[in-house]
Nanobody
Framework: QVQLVESGGGLVQAGGSLRLSCAAS????????MSWFRQAPGKEREVVAAISWIGGSTTYTDSVKGRFTISRDNAKNTVSLQMNSLKPEDTAVYYC??????????????WGQGTQVTVSS
């Protein structure tokens, strides 16, 4: 069982930056591939970024490449999403997710409660 708690969301102007963090508790965090998803109003949830269990591999959806960076610290059981050059279309609820021994899975085993990111124009 893994519990995930996100933090760091908020309101920012276009062009600004935010850093989301996800704190994990439970069993063997380093055995889980981690992802950030987002869901905007009226849209389906989409994967934004993913990182493998020891951080050797990362992937991003095309719309955030070059602007967002996912990272993890297995000693602290945390995964982060640094978001730069934010755009209004990045506005969404962002979710941290974990999948046992899997990278970039569309169906995680565990989800956080979500954190709102709002980018004003």
């Amino acid at each position: 069982q893994v519990q995930l708690v996100e933090s760091g969301g908020g309101l920012v102007q276009a062009g600004g930056s935010l850093r989301l963090s996800c704190a994990a508790s439970g069993h063997a965090f380093s055995n889980y591939g981690m992802s950030w998803f987002r869901q905007a109003p009226g849209k389906e949830r989409e994967v934004v970024a993913a990182i493998s269990w020891i951080g050797g591999s990362t992937t991003y959806t095309d719309s955030v490449k070059g602007r967002f960076t996912i990272s993890r610290d297995n000693a602290k059981n945390t995964v982060s999403l640094q978001m730069n050059s934010l755009k209004p279309e990045d506005t969404a609820v962002y979710y941290c997710a974990a999948k046992y021994w899997s990278f970039n899975s569309p169906q995680p085993d565990y989800w956080g409660q979500g954190t709102q990111v709002t980018v004003s124009s």
